[in-house]
């Protein structure tokens, strides 16, 4: 897995700073944007552990098989992970640095957290990718 890729081949494609620019744009779109709301209970930190941890790999196994059904096929999703667990574990802490480093926008007059925060999804994205993409294929 190439982890200095996730974090830059955003801005080595052709046009790759102003697709940034147009995705944090479109996160001002409440729709399509961004909403925080966090509590303070176990339960909910957990819940929120989980929905971490779980999700994105629900999102790859939905997005590479283009069917709704593979985001709830748990048996499948929790076997992804567990056969690809170091780079899915590398993958899941590299999103959490992303995303912590996204929060530096704040430092940009609140309006850069915008784009650090689209910068921080294609990171992410790209992170899940590298993990389906390196995974372990079995012989049929």
Do not use: C
């Amino acid at each position: 897995m190439d982890v200095g890729r996730s974090f830059t081949y955003m801005l080595q494609q052709p046009g790759g700073f102003a697709k940034l620019i147009v995705g944090g744009l479109l996160m001002f779109v409440p729709i399509i944007g961004w909403a925080f709301g966090t509590g303070g209970s176990i339960l909910q930190s957990l819940w929120g552990l989980v929905v971490f941890i779980v999700l994105p790999a629900a999102l790859v196994r939905f997005a590479v098989s283009d069917n709704f059904g593979a985001f709830f096929d748990f048996n499948e999703i929790f076997a992804f992970i567990q056969t690809n667990s170091s780079n899915y574990i590398l993958a899941v802490i590299l999103a959490l640095v992303a995303g912590f480093l996204a929060m530096f926008g704040l430092i940009l007059l609140v309006v850069g957290v915008v784009f650090t925060i689209m910068w921080a999804a294609l990171a992410s994205a790209h992170l899940y990718g590298s993990v389906w993409a390196n995974q372990p294929r079995t012989v049929s």
